[in-house]
């Protein structure tokens, strides 16, 4: 059974930093791609940052670009997503999700971890 979770999350003022964690199991964690979403009240599910396990390529959406970092620790089966000059705007609740075939910032991932919610202060 794919399992995901997620960890990091907090309060964190504008300007600071957060690191999430996503520790996986059930799976061969080398051959999937993992990706990070964000969701915040009354907005669609947004794609944030991907990193495919298989050959390190990484993705990541424009309004994050410069500021998050993705990166995977294979012998760990963690991914992790480091968040600097956060905004009030990155205020969300952050998903990672895996899939075995599909590699992007869309919404097609198939499995879902439980959320980890990080608020940004103004």
């Not at 997620?6 to 199991?25: K, T």
């Not at 990070?36 to 495919?52: D, H, L, M, T, Y």
């Amino acid at each position: 059974e794919v399992q995901l979770v997620e960890s990091g999350g907090g309060l964190v003022q504008a300007g600071g930093s957060l690191r999430l964690s996503c520790a996986a199991s059930g799976f061969t964690f080398d051959d999937y791609a993992i990706g990070w979403f964000r969701q915040a009240p009354g907005k669609e599910p947004e794609g944030v940052s991907a990193i495919n396990n298989e050959d390190g390529r990484t993705l990541y959406a424009d309004s994050v670009k410069g500021r998050f970092t993705i990166s995977s620790d294979i012998a760990k089966n963690t991914v992790s997503l480091q968040m600097n000059n956060l905004k009030p705007e990155d205020t969300a609740v952050y998903y990672c999700a895996t899939d075995p075939f599909y590699f992007g910032l869309l919404y097609q991932y198939d499995s879902w971890g439980q959320g980890t919610q990080v608020t940004v202060s103004s």
